[in-house]
């Protein structure tokens, strides 16, 4: 996004339509489905929670907490992203018409998200609604700010960024921070700032981080990969009440993000960004 905003510098309009037609078919379908089959099988309905998810809001104004009844608590995430595309424009429209430095406007977000995200740890510490605030607000966009500064950082630079070792030690500091006792502010910090500098350092990363990368059910996992976090929550909720295995979740889950990848999501995606 990052990339497309700042340096291709697109076209406000073309940004969001290609966002649109990415996500709301999909998402819009599966909303859609998952209402339709409670309604069929007179499952209880929670029309404050599909209008939270439908409106990208649930990560603020999700209703029932811990007691929700629609399979659309993983939607903070998406909620999340949402926002950030809304702040990064805004940072894009700043840069172009009032020559605003975009790599100090968008570290200043990711800086104000990690003190934000830091304050809400000191406030509410480790429990379950410390966690919550730091997960599903906008500090958790911390990484996407910080993934784009570190592109405009390291824009125009020629040659390798660091030596090969560094790359995979980075990626060994990083992957060890995730661990469940780091405490939270480390791991949503300097963990995911870690990845975010290897994210954008790859095009000058060792060949073997590369071919690792592009190898093809990687690649394939990538492009399925939205439709299958759409439709994993309802199976993972189904696992854990015991309905089904969570390997039998993990099976039905990508064999539905497959049907929806292929059936809605590219077709829809195609449609639109031909005729729209």
């Avoid at 993972?236 to 969570?246: D, F, N, V």
């Amino acid at each position: 996004m990052g990339q497309l905003l700042f340096i291709k510098k697109t076209d406000l309009r073309h940004f969001y339509k290609r966002r649109i037609s990415r996500i709301f078919p999909a998402f819009l379908v599966f909303i859609f489905l998952i209402v339709l089959v409670d309604l069929i099988f007179s499952r209880p309905i929670s029309f404050p929670e599909v209008i939270s998810a439908v409106t990208f809001t649930n990560n603020y104004f999700e209703v029932n907490v811990g007691r929700n009844v629609m399979p659309f608590g993983h939607v903070w995430s998406l909620s999340v992203e949402e926002h950030s595309y809304i702040l990064l424009s805004l940072a894009a429209i700043a840069s172009r018409a009032y020559s605003v430095n975009a790599r100090s406007v968008v570290g200043l977000v990711a800086l104000i998200f990690s003190v934000v995200g830091v304050w809400y740890w000191a406030r509410y510490g480790g429990t379950p609604l410390g966690y919550e605030k730091w997960l599903h607000t906008e500090v958790s966009g911390f990484g996407i700010f910080a993934s784009v500064f570190f592109l405009l950082l390291f824009a125009g630079r020629q040659g390798r960024e660091f030596p090969a070792a560094v790359y995979f030690v980075m990626l060994a500091v990083g992957v060890v921070i995730q661990w469940w006792s780091v405490p939270l502010p480390v791991r949503t910090t300097v963990g995911v700032g870690i990845f975010a500098v290897l994210v954008n350092s790859l095009k000058d990363a060792p060949v073997l981080v590369r071919n690792a990368l592009t190898f093809m059910p990687m690649r394939k996992m990538g492009i399925w990969s939205y439709s299958i976090y759409l439709w994993q929550q309802p199976f993972y909720l189904a696992a854990h009440r015991g309905e089904i295995s969570y390997w039998g979740a993990v099976i039905v889950s990508v064999l539905c993000g497959l049907t929806s990848f292929y059936l809605v999501e590219r077709p829809m995606r195609n449609y639109l960004n031909r005729t729209w």
